[in-house]
C-alpha cells in the first residue's frame, strides 16, 4: 500500500508529517485529510475571525498532491442584529 504524508498548517503553525500513514489509495488519503481538520479547528478556533486550516498530502515521494482547506470567517453584519435577537 502505499504511504501518503499529512502536513498541516493552521495559519500560525506549520506541521510537517516524517511518519506518514499507509492507505489505499488518494481517495483514502482525502479522507483522512478531512477527518483530521476538525482536530486542527477545536484547539485554535479562539484565535481570531478569519483563519484558514489545511491539511497537504504528499506522495511517497513526498510530492504535494492534494490540498484540504477548511476556513473559518466571522463577520459582525450588523448592531441591530445583536439587540434584534433578544
Not at 479522507?31 to 484558514?52: H, M, T
Amino acid at each position: 500500500m502505499p504511504r501518503y504524508f499529512f502536513d498541516t498548517h493552521d495559519g500560525t503553525r506549520f506541521t510537517r508529517d516524517d511518519k506518514g500513514k499507509e492507505l489505499k489509495d488518494l481517495e483514502a488519503a482525502k479522507a483522512e485529510a478531512k477527518k483530521a481538520l476538525p482536530d486542527i479547528v477545536k484547539d485554535e478556533v479562539s484565535d481570531g475571525d478569519r483563519r484558514a486550516f489545511v491539511v497537504i498530502v504528499k506522495d511517497e515521494a513526498v510530492r504535494p498532491i492534494l490540498r484540504v482547506t477548511l476556513s473559518l470567517n466571522v463577520e459582525t453584519l450588523s448592531q441591530g442584529s445583536t439587540e434584534a435577537a433578544r
